[in-house]
């Protein structure tokens, strides 16, 4: 299954053709219909609805077309109808005309110095008349499909962009991680090599008045005290088991945004832990950029559906 991204965008647009009455079979009324759906990231789907008064009535129908796809996300769908060009050029009808002219009769019969009609009063008579309301639903619903089916696939290509982008942010912080592993020995051993050279001359200022054994085991106290307190083992499983469960919901794909948010927290827990257990400028060093990933990651998986 693919990862989606909350971020896309479609617009598509079609004429719609009104058919005509009994009387005038052959005449046709172009309408221009456009659908555009934008979707921007937010915690739950939010749906807002921008349609004309004659298209109230399908929102229902709508907000049930997009449910079925979309599960969280900021969504807004808008509808344009306009005459197309055509339309505006187009010659009265026959059944029009013979109304017009029948009607000039009847009046001249009884305003004989009325003035007849020109062609531009026709024109706008006709048009004006044939001007019938229409059901756009069929081609509303048709367009909204179309569209919703390319947003998903904005959504999927900057779902795919996303998952590239988090996959190579865990492997640097894996790579961090490793490092960590061996250096903590390496500061325990240091540390306890300091404490026994310290030791070594508190003996030597004391002039024997303290005991060698003593002092060797005090040192030794000291360092397992040390190696305890800036030991981050639990920290740094915890740390890879968080990436290994972000990489398994990045390759099943689906509904996963929330989850790695909740991950993103535990991963921030972890590397501040780390932090705090910095006993040199190398491992705060190493805390300081696996919080600079971690933040890279959480900014990119709110826009994760």
């Known amino acids: 299954m693919s990862v989606y991204s909350m971020t896309g965008y479609a617009a598509v647009q079609s004429s719609g053709h009104a058919a005509g009455s009994q009387d005038e079979p052959n005449h046709q009324a172009n309408v221009l219909m456009g659908v555009e759906i934008r979707s921007v990231n937010s915690r739950f789907l939010d749906l807002a609805f921008r349609l004309p008064d004659e298209l109230r009535q399908l929102e229902p129908a709508l907000r049930e077309l997009l449910t079925a796809k979309l599960k969280r996300g900021k969504i807004e769908l808008r509808v344009a109808l306009s005459a197309s060009s055509a ?33 531009a009063d026709v024109l706008r008579i006709a048009t004006n008349e044939d001007k019938k309301p229409h059901d756009n639903t069929d081609e509303l619903l048709k367009l909204a499909k179309k569209a919703l089916k390319e947003l998903m696939a904005a959504r999927q290509r900057e779902g795919s962009r996303l998952k590239d ?6 492997a640097q912080l ?19 090599a300091k404490f026994l050279e310290r030791f070594k001359e508190a003996m030597a200022l004391t002039d024997g008045a303290v005991m060698p054994e003593s002092a060797h085991d005090r040192a030794l106290n000291e360092a397992t005290s040390f190696a305890i307190r800036i030991d981050v083992a639990e920290e740094v499983t915890r740390l890879a088991s968080h990436l290994d469960e972000i990489d398994r919901l990045l ?3 689906g509904e996963l945004g929330k989850r790695l948010d909740f991950l993103i927290q535990e991963l921030h827990r972890e590397a501040n832990t780390l932090g705090s257990k910095s006993a040199s400028l190398e ?20 826009n994760i559906e």
């Open 87 to 119: 339309s505006s050029l187009q010659a009265p009808s026959s059944a029009t005309l013979q109304r017009l002219g029948s009607l000039e009769d009847t009046i001249k019969s009884w305003l004989p110095q009325a003035a007849p009609l020109s062609v």
């Open 165 to 170: 982008m988090l996959t190579d942010r865990t």
């Open 174 to 192: 894996r790579a961090l991680s490793n490092q960590v592993v061996p250096l903590v020995p390496r500061l325990v051993e240091q540390q306890r």
């Open 251 to 253: 390759e099943a794909g």
């Open 283 to 302: 491992l705060t060093r190493m805390s300081v950029d696996m919080k600079v990933l971690i933040e890279q990651i959480r900014e990119q998986v709110q």
